[in-house]
């Protein structure tokens, strides 16, 4: 009996069940959150004594399978550290579980407490601390000129042992008193008293941050290890002979991403354009006045003008016109403006329901003959109804609401924020159409007419084009703007350099780098299986060295970015987006040398990404981080697993790649093929060890980011819990070869492909179909990209089936002694 138990708690098929349920009952707490709260998720699934015993069921299969496996006698440290780091920090988990306290003290300016409110279920009771903590200060630090908060801390009394001792707590700023760890969480609206999180886990923390140190140390292992499963793989690809394939699927997909927009033009829009052109080089100085943006960040014109043309009419460019020269000229001739059609309509149910142009609408046409609004109505109803509730068509007309309330500000002279105002706490500048009573004296009489002024001499240089009058008045404002801002950073140099980053359109280049070498690359890999002549190793050299340019111009961009934002840019769905991209071509020159089409793979890749990121719902503003995001763990965590991504995406296409190449192999060429899906099969195995290794790193930096700021590591985020997924079905891949019946090179390169599901799931689905607290690729017009996601899904499907079909009607023996090589390495 002892020997059957055992035999079944040892068995590779015993724990890839056991991973399965485990995935599958973390995916569904995640929808039981949705629909019935956090609180029920926890006691029905995270914190059940079922679910407690089914990781201790996955601890002891572990442990079994070390045994059986050997891992010690064959010198596999990293696979053995990983697995028992993971052990480590479950029971680090269990402690914090049982042990740990954690409650709320909430303070008044002035106010000490040494009583803390810990919830248990729907009770809460007060806990006492042996130690008094009283508030001194609370202050709550915005942006310039926003309602966004900056920072926020407390400054606070902490009487302690007979002492006292006096410290600062904020975000990302923990105060540690007898194990008692302070974070700042939350405050009163009227801002007179803070609310401050209190943690005390001092045995759960040291055991878990053991756990993850053993974890980095078994994860590098994994991969630098001589004994290694990445280095087997790396020695048995030099064996082969490297070569490359490709696929018309991949260049449909390349012509179909490189497709040109049609711009639309009118005669009478030409007309406009010709008759009332700024001068481009008043434009460019306009285009350079400092501005504060509705968020608060310091930003040259020529960003406002291209966010405002962006918004209304979703193009860079009006006929010939740049941003700039739009601006000032709608500013200048608001009356005639008011009649071009510059609002482009997306909703053609919109456009008939309420009489409009199929495309472009003007600012009048959206009034009816009594000067009515037309959307009011419905607008209002919309805004009413529940966000789940919301139809598309109501949010495809929030969406013109909210550009027709943007051309009707600009009419007004409003969100441009070009005064500054001496003295002002918090640094607020102010629009020619706000209230300027604020202004006194000589500043009072400046700010009022100014503009105004300004704006006169641009309308009489546009019929003379003489322009010195309005480049003077426009210097004046300028002159203003130095001598009265304060707190702020409006610089020549900075504004400059985020002018010359609109300007360049860096990753609108890169798209079109990416897409167009990475399609010629393929070509070449394709020819190159059936010729190996010299020519094409120089061509294919060629090519890749203007990859690697295009890289560097990626790189570049992003670079500037940091400089202009002054964070790392990965902190929104556009942001995220472009570093994807740029990961997954660092990925691909990762493994150029060993596979040519992995190269061209991940080039392709990274274009169509940039596309994305590209399309008119994604927004590539800049705004300021709030106080939680400013950290130098999230800049780690999320640069290490949005890496992950580009790796699996390799991975995903290297396997769509196989399985098109058994769908299309034949007797003639079936040693040849045959080779080819080996080598691709390799390199798909190595991207995917380093695509995990980098997620479970990214995954766990975010945990420690999470205790750092706010005392827990954990918080079963659906986020959180769908990156915890990705872990978990990617290890299953990888496990896979343990189970012979199971593995093979379809079966392998196939569940690569599906495993991407997760990826996506954790990147945008979460953001769709659950809510979570905090996300990356967060996007609320996000389920515009689903119907193409699912479209793909079905032909990957259906390829997969196919290919299937081929590769078991062939019963292909070569194969199979490939697949023997690899089991248990």
Not at 301 to 313: A, D, G, I, Q
Not at 534 to 541: S, V
Request: hydrophobic fraction near 45%.
């Amino acid at each position: 009996m002892k020997s059957v138990i055992l035999r079944y708690l040892s068995s590779p098929v015993t724990g890839l069940i056991l991973m399965v349920v485990y995935a599958l009952g973390l995916a569904v707490a995640t929808f039981i959150e949705k629909q019935l709260g956090t609180e029920t998720a926890k006691e029905w699934v995270y914190y059940s004594p079922v679910f407690i015993f089914w990781q201790f069921l996955m601890v002891v299969n572990f442990l079994a399978m070390a045994g059986k496996y050997q891992l010690v006698r064959r010198k596999k440290w990293g696979a053995l550290l990983t697995h028992l780091a993971f052990i480590v920090i479950l029971g680090g988990a269990m402690c914090s579980h049982v042990f740990s306290e954690e409650g709320l003290l909430h303070l008044r300016e002035g106010e000490s407490s040494n009583q803390i409110a810990v919830r248990a279920g729907d009770k809460t009771y007060f806990h006492t601390l042996p130690f008094q903590v009283e508030l001194v200060k609370f202050t709550l630090t915005r942006y310039p000129g926003s309602a966004s908060p900056s920072s926020f801390e407390s400054e606070v009394l902490v009487h302690v042992d007979g002492e006292t001792r006096r410290e600062l707590i904020f975000m990302n700023n923990v105060l540690d008193v007898k194990g008692y760890r302070f974070y700042q969480a939350s405050y009163d609206k009227d801002e007179q008293g803070t609310i401050l999180s209190v943690n005390r886990d001092v045995a759960g923390r040291n055991i878990t941050y053991a756990g993850y140190i053993l974890l980095a140390l078994g994860l590098l292992l994994c991969i630098v290890g001589p004994h290694s499963r990445f280095m087997y793989l790396s020695r048995q690809l030099k064996d082969m002979r490297s070569a490359g394939v490709t696929t018309l699927l991949l260049i449909g997909l390349l012509s179909i991403s490189a497709g040109m927009k049609a711009e639309e033009k009118s005669m009478d829009l030409n007309k406009v354009v010709q008759q009332f052109v700024v001068s481009p080089e008043h434009a460019a100085a306009f285009g350079a006045l400092p501005v504060q943006s509705e968020n608060g960040r310091m930003i040259p014109m020529n960003t406002f003008s291209s966010e405002v043309l962006r918004k209304l009419h979703k193009e860079d460019t009006f006929g010939k016109l740049n941003s700039d020269q739009f601006l000032l000229s709608l500013l200048a001739m608001p009356d005639m403006w008011m009649r071009v059609p510059l609002i482009r309509l997306s909703d053609k149910e919109i456009s008939a329901h309420y009489g409009l142009p199929d495309k472009s609408c003007s600012y009048l046409q959206v009034f009816d003959d009594r000067g009515a609004y037309k959307f009011q109505a419905d607008v209002e109803k919309a805004y009413a109804k529940m966000p789940n509730e919301r139809t598309r068509f109501d949010k495809d007309l929030m969406k013109l609401d909210e550009q027709v309330n943007i051309l009707y500000q600009v009419f007004n002279y409003q969100r441009i924020h070009i005064f500054p105002k001496e003295g002002d706490p918090n640094h607020k500048w102010y629009a020619p159409g706000d209230d300027l009573s604020v202004y006194s004296g000589k500043d009072s009489l400046f700010v009022s007419r100014i503009f105004l002024w300004y704006l006169g001499e641009v309308q009489s240089a546009l019929k003379t084009q003489d322009w010195s009058k309005a480049d003077e008045v426009l210097g004046m404002i300028e002159t203003y703007q130095q001598a009265k801002s304060q707190g702020v950073d409006i610089s020549p140099k900075k504004m400059q350099a985020e002018i010359k980053y609109n300007q360049m359109n860096i990753f609108r280049q890169c798209k079109i780098g990416y897409l167009v070498t990475g399609g010629l690359l393929l070509i070449v890999a394709f020819v190159a299986m059936f010729n190996e002549k010299r020519k094409l190793n120089t061509l294919f050299l060629l090519l890749a060295g203007l990859v690697v340019a295009v890289f560097g111009f990626h790189t570049y961009g992003m670079g500037v970015r940091w400089y202009i934002a002054g964070y790392a840019p990965w902190s929104n769905s556009y942001e995220t987006m472009v570093y994807v991209a740029w990961a997954t071509v660092a990925a691909g020159l990762l493994f150029a040398r060993r596979s040519r089409i992995t190269m061209a793979l991940a080039t392709l890749f990274a274009g169509i990404i940039l596309f994305v990121s590209g399309l008119n719902w994604m927004d590539p503003e800049i705004s300021p981080l709030v106080p939680v995001l400013k950290s130098p763990w999230l800049m780690f965590h999320v640069a290490v697993i949005v890496a992950a991504y580009g790796f699996f995406g390799i991975c995903c296409l290297l396997g769509i790649t196989n399985l098109v190449i058994m769908a299309l192999m034949r007797n003639k060429n079936q040693e040849q093929m045959l080779l080819r899906i080996r080598e691709l099969t390799v390199v798909n195995e190595m991207a995917l060890l380093v695509g995990l290794a980098l997620m479970t790193i990214g995954t766990f930096l975010g945990a420690v980011w999470a205790n750092e700021s706010w005392g827990r590591y954990w918080g079963w985020d659906p986020k959180e819990t769908w990156a915890l997924i990705t872990m978990i079905i990617y290890a299953l891949v990888e496990h896979l070869r343990l189970v012979r019946k199971w593995y093979n090179l379809w079966s392998f390169n196939f569940s690569s492909v599906m495993a991407f599901c997760s990826v996506l799931m954790t990147f945008f689905g979460v953001n769709y179909f659950l809510s979570g607290m905090h996300s990356y690729g967060e996007n609320d017009q996000v389920n515009g990209i689903f119907m193409y996601i699912f479209v793909v899904i079905v032909v990957v499907i259906i390829l997969s089936v196919i290919a299937y079909w081929k590769y078991m009607r062939r019963k292909i023996i070569a194969e199979d002694n490939f697949t023997s090589n690899n089991l248990n390495r």
